[in-house]
């Protein structure tokens, strides 16, 4: 038996050409029979810190019997000179989520996988509180279990009033030593008691995780850090996967 919520995220590997760049995190997120991979803006694009790759790459499981057999997918960022992805923003400025639409015919006939969709969001926001236990399933620095291709989890509690955007801007806040790989990891909570639609994947998802939160006059000699995390709000997703907003992603 698998963990369902293993097979809702997979790696992603941003390339250039035939160079491989970075490691992230990705997870599927299907609304009205549309799938979308969903990771964080900064993995497709990054002027900061020049990183412009053309395309990712992600895995694939396609056999229940062999969790081991999977088939590389690759996803293209640009078409006819245009950004293949989806994203969004606030009154707080551009929001660190992307989300690609994935080509049901161009995917593998048996593909195995889960997916988020809108019934793992939360309804009430005042129902999750600070210190509330999240996992964070992604790939830091790439570490994943590479026979099975299955990412892991790393354990994390809500460091914020949940429901306010912290500083103004559209995320919370996470306590939890996590790594570069993660960008894009969902953050979810165990759902006790699943409601139609989430049986098979009996979780609910929180956010997005982004990005480390760091302070600029930290003494990186005398001050550890804070190990604090920004995750945007799942929410987004909603806008993101409006219908008209749909960019096919094909192999």
Same mark, same amino acid.
């Given at each position: 038996?698998?963990?369902?919520? +293993?097979?809702? @995220?997979?790696?992603?590997?941003?390339?250039? %050409?035939?160079?491989? +760049?970075? =490691?992230?995190?990705?997870?599927?997120? !299907?609304? #009205?029979?549309?799938?979308?991979?969903?990771?964080?803006? /900064?993995?497709?694009?990054?002027?900061?810190? #020049? /990183?412009? *790759?053309?395309?990712? #790459?992600?895995?694939? /499981?396609?056999?229940? !019997? =062999? @969790?081991?057999?999977?088939? %590389?997918?690759?996803? *293209?960022?640009?078409?006819?000179?245009?950004?293949?992805?989806?994203? %969004?923003?606030?009154?707080?400025? *551009?929001?660190? @989520?992307?989300?690609?639409?994935l080509e049901r015919p161009a995917l593998p006939r048996t593909l195995w996988f889960q997916a988020f969709t809108p019934a793992h969001l939360v309804e009430r926001l005042e129902q999750v509180e600070l210190g509330t236990s999240v996992l964070v399933v992604g790939f830091p620095l790439g570490v994943h279990d590479e026979l099975h291709r299955l990412p892991v989890a790393r354990q994390a509690v809500i460091a914020s009033a949940f429901g306010i955007r912290f500083q103004g801007k559209g995320y919370f806040l996470t306590d939890a030593r996590l790594h570069r790989g993660t960008s894009g990891a969902p953050v979810v909570t165990r759902e006790s008691a699943p409601r139609a639609g989430r049986a098979d994947l009996a979780w609910r998802l929180l956010g997005i995780h982004a990005s480390r939160l760091d302070i600029a006059n930290r003494d990186i000699e005398k001050d550890e850090a804070l190990d604090l995390n920004c995750a945007w709000y799942a929410d987004i997703l909603m806008t993101l996967t409006q219908p008209g907003a749909a960019r096919p992603a094909k192999a």
């Open positions: 038996m698998i963990e369902s919520l +293993l097979l809702a @995220v997979t790696r992603v590997t941003t390339m250039l %050409g035939q160079k491989t +760049l970075t =490691n992230a995190t990705g997870f599927f997120f !299907e609304r #009205e029979k549309r799938l979308y991979l969903i990771t964080s803006r /900064h993995v497709v694009l990054d002027k900061p810190s #020049e /990183h412009f *790759p053309d395309r990712l #790459e992600i895995e694939l /499981h396609v056999d229940p !019997e =062999n @969790v081991a057999d999977t088939v %590389g997918f690759s996803i *293209p960022l640009y078409r006819d000179g245009k950004s293949t992805w989806l994203e %969004g923003s606030d009154s707080a400025g *551009p929001v660190d @989520v992307v989300a690609l639409l």
